[in-house]
C-alpha cells in the first residue's frame, strides 16, 4: 500500500519467518531501496493515516477470560511507537477514509462478516451492516460516498457496493468467475479476476478497459 506521499509501500512478508502464515508489516523506502520490518504478526493490509502514521489489525494480549482476538492499532514512524486503538472488537484489513476522517474495518463475529465504522481514535463507532447470512468479506475500498467490498455469498468471490448511510448491499459485478481485492482511485477501478483461469489484473474507467497483467503465477491486490 503507498504513503500518501508516494515515497514508502507498506506491504506484509513471511520473510525471515519459518511458514508462510507468519507474516510482519514491512516498509520499503523507494528513495534508498530499503526494507524495514516494523510490527510482527500482521494478518491483514494496513492502512496510511498520514505519511508518519499507519494503521492495522493483529491479535492482541489475552484477556481476562484468556481470550485474544484481532484489535486495531497505529504505528508512529516519528515515535516510533504503537498504540492499541480498540480492545476485543474481531477486526481486520482496515481502509482509511480521508474526506471524512474516518476508519473502516471488517469484523467477523458467529461466521458472518459485517463493517464497522469509527472515528480516527476508533473512540466511537457503529456496526453499519447487520449480515447475518455467513457472508465473508475480504477487502474494502472507497467508492464515490460508499464502499466496494469483495464478498464470498455462495461460491466465488464477486464485487458488491454498500451504501455509507445505510448499510445496503447491492451487486457490482457478478460473474461466474472470482473478482476479487478491489481499488478504486481517480475514477478508475482495479481489480484480479481469473475468468481465463489465472488471476490477473483488471481495470476499467469510463474511457478504457483491459487486463493490466498476464501472468502465469497469478496477480492480487493492486494499488
Known amino acids: 500500500v503507498w504513503s500518501p506521499d508516494g515515497k514508502k509501500i507498506a506491504y506484509l512478508s513471511n520473510k525471515e519467518n519459518d511458514s ?5 508489516l514491512f516498509v520499503y523506502t ?27 489489525t493483529k491479535i492482541s494480549e489475552p484477556n481476562k477470560n484468556g ?19 480498540t480492545e476485543g472488537l474481531r477486526l481486520h484489513s482496515p481502509i482509511y477514509d480521508v474526506i471524512n476522517d474516518r476508519i473502516i474495518a471488517l469484523n467477523t463475529y458467529d461466521g458472518t462478516a459485517n463493517l464497522v465504522v469509527g472515528n480516527r481514535s476508533f473512540t466511537e463507532y457503529e456496526i453499519l451492516t447487520n449480515f447475518d447470512n455467513g457472508i ?13 467490498i469483495d464478498a464470498v455469498l455462495n461460491h466465488e468471490r464477486d464485487l458488491y457496493i454498500i451504501d455509507s448511510s445505510t448499510g445496503e448491499l447491492k451487486n457490482m459485478k457478478k460473474e461466474p468467475w472470482d473478482s476479487r481485492d478491489p481499488m478504486y482511485k481517480n475514477n478508475s477501478l482495479l481489480y484480479s ?6 488471476h490477473n ?18 496477480a492480487f491486490k493492486p494499488d
Do not use: C, M
Not at 479476476?193 to 489465472?198: A, K, L, N, Q, S
Not at 489484473?201 to 497469478?218: L, P, S, W
Open 20 to 24: 508462510f502464515h507468519k507474516t510482519d
Open 30 to 56: 523507494l528513495e534508498d531501496s530499503t526494507h524495514e520490518k516494523i510490527v510482527p504478526g500482521i494478518k491483514s493490509i494496513p492502512a496510511w493515516i498520514n505519511d508518519s502514521l499507519i494503521v492495522y
Open 67 to 85: 481470550s485474544k482476538y484481532f484489535d486495531l492499532y497505529e504505528y508512529d514512524f516519528n515515535t516510533e511507537k504503537e498504540e492499541q486503538l
Open 136 to 148: 465473508q468479506i475480504y477487502s474494502i475500498t472507497l467508492y464515490n460516498g460508499n464502499y466496494i
Open 193 to 198: 479476476d481469473d475468468r481465463y483461469g489465472i
Open 201 to 218: 489484473i483488471y481495470f476499467k474507467n469510463d474511457e478504457e478497459e483491459g487486463y493490466v497483467t498476464n501472468v502465469i503465477g497469478g
